[in-house]
């Protein structure tokens, strides 16, 4: 599919590919088309020497100048060059050229600087046009120092190519580059097909996830490996999920809850109701005794919507803290103060011991926090139990600790102790409580930028640990606990 992302990246690799490769190309034929044509020269420089030896034995042993121009000529033929024999004025003798030759005509040739090619005799190139050719002309050279002509009787040798097969001499190297650009192309397509796989498979991994998701299947996991961005964004889409799903299955349990604890409330105002209007009600103690029963289910139904709204601007950020420095060991002390009665009631005592410093926090927010967890202790403290209330500081951080003994939260218990409507012993849930205490704790303490932790065993007890920034919410310097 062309316009799959894919496909895209693919040819968006190949564009680069072809790129690269054509620009190596270039490079490489433009560094090297000086080196090329010097060796072709060198090629068809060296023979100048051997042939110049041979037709000057052939002269010295008086071969007769038609054998001569027969044995240049498949001298010519042999190596695909011209052969020109000039005599002590320069006049054409000999050409191997069979279709124009040059005979009778007088070449002359500017001087050149010669060329060493190893331990074979210097020679000299010269390029000029003759009879309309573009030509490379090559002779001997007796020395560096002296440039004249080698002298045979009579006569001296000139070999001549055309010069676009001198400077043409790069293009020999255009099939060999071909084919090795081919190859890497080929390598090269296959590799980016492999990134471009690892790459994509995540991606399609994760629309297909999304588009399930979508669907409300919200159990979707991808596979994502390595710690480089397609790792990470599968990691974080697997937290994303795994997220939503927890939020979902939140949302549901949040309105079966509640509507588990509005039923039996309005069953009772219900219930309640209909016997007064049925006129079940004759006596006024019978009536007085139904009106405060709805009045007090109707209550504790205000009680549970008054703790969700506040709840969910909680959880919202909508809530706005009146910050202050206020002092820890004081609004302990009031919160203390308060329950006094309750604890005389359940035959329990409450112990302070207060150390705590001077925070920056909401003080009527932090009262909420403490009247929750001492009336939880409470509640749960076995009679003729203690509570213990400490407070302290610790580097950066300020913390409140309640303890209760008894019997300890299970372990099963402890992960869900701070979720909404869950009760540790439902048995002892009274009508005034909502189940959101814990939970409110929970939010109020992390919008001060602190946390709040449980531990519980049957020798210690249950203690609630709640640590503050001293600086208050966003400090730079608070680090609040894991």
Do not use: C
Request: hydrophobic share 45%.
């Amino acid at each position: 599919m062309l316009g799959s992302f894919r496909a895209r990246l693919l040819a968006g690799f190949g564009i680069v590919i072809l790129l690269t490769l054509f620009l190596s190309a270039s490079a490489f034929v433009l560094l090297l088309r000086e080196q090329q044509a010097e060796a072709a020269e060198q090629r068809i420089g060296i023979l100048v020497g051997p042939i110049n030896s041979s037709v000057e034995r052939m002269e010295l042993q008086k071969w007769p100048r038609s054998e001569i121009s027969t044995q240049l000529v498949e001298f010519a033929t042999y190596y695909d060059i011209r052969i020109l024999m000039l005599d002590s004025n320069n006049e054409v003798l000999i050409d191997t050229d069979p279709e124009h030759p040059a005979l009778g005509e007088v070449l002359e040739l500017p001087d050149g600087a010669p060329a060493e090619v190893g331990q074979i005799a210097p020679f000299q190139s010269v390029r000029m046009t003759m009879n309309n050719d573009d030509l490379y002309f090559f002779r001997v050279a007796t020395t560096s120092s002296d440039i004249s002509f080698p002298r045979v009787p009579g006569s001296q040798l000139v070999l001549a190519v055309p010069a676009g097969d001198v400077n043409s001499a790069w293009a020999a190297l255009l099939p060999r580059l071909t084919i090795a650009g081919v190859g890497a192309g080929v390598v090269a397509v296959l590799f980016a097909f492999l990134f471009a796989a690892r790459i994509t498979t995540p991606v399609r991994d994760m629309t297909r996830a999304s588009q399930a998701m979508a669907r409300g299947d919200l159990n979707q996991r991808i596979r994502g490996e390595g710690d480089d961005e397609i790792g990470r964004l599968a990691a974080a889409f697997n937290q994303m999920s795994t997220q939503v799903a927890r939020s979902n299955s939140a949302m549901r349990d949040l309105i079966a809850n509640v509507s588990h604890e509005l039923k039996t409330p309005l069953t009772s105002i219900q219930g309640f109701g209909q016997a007064m209007v049925d006129g079940l009600a004759t006596k006024p103690e019978d009536y007085a005794e139904m009106s405060g029963v709805i009045v007090g289910e109707t209550e504790r139904i205000r009680v549970l919507v008054d703790d969700l709204l506040y709840l969910s601007q909680l959880e919202s950020g909508t809530l706005q803290l009146n910050l202050d420095r206020v002092g820890l060991d004081a609004i302990v002390a009031d919160a203390a103060a308060r329950f006094r009665f309750q604890a005389d009631e359940a035959a329990v005592s409450l112990r302070l011991v207060l150390d705590g410093p001077t925070v920056r926090a909401d003080g009527r927010r932090l009262e909420q926090v403490l009247a929750n967890l001492v009336d939880n202790a409470i509640r749960f403290a076995p009679s003729g139990s203690e509570v213990l209330i400490r407070t302290y500081a610790l580097e950066d951080e300020a913390a409140i600790e309640v303890n209760n003994g008894g019997e300890p939260i299970p372990k099963e218990g402890l992960a869900a102790v701070f979720d909404r409507f869950y009760q540790v012993d439902p048995a002892r849930a009274e009508s005034r409580h909502s189940g959101l205490g814990l939970s409110i704790v929970q939010e109020l303490v992390q919008a001060h930028g602190g946390s709040v932790h449980v531990q519980s065993s049957r020798d210690a007890g249950t203690t609630f640990s709640v640590w503050l920034p001293i600086g208050g919410p966003g400090n730079p310097e608070a680090s609040p606990r894991p």
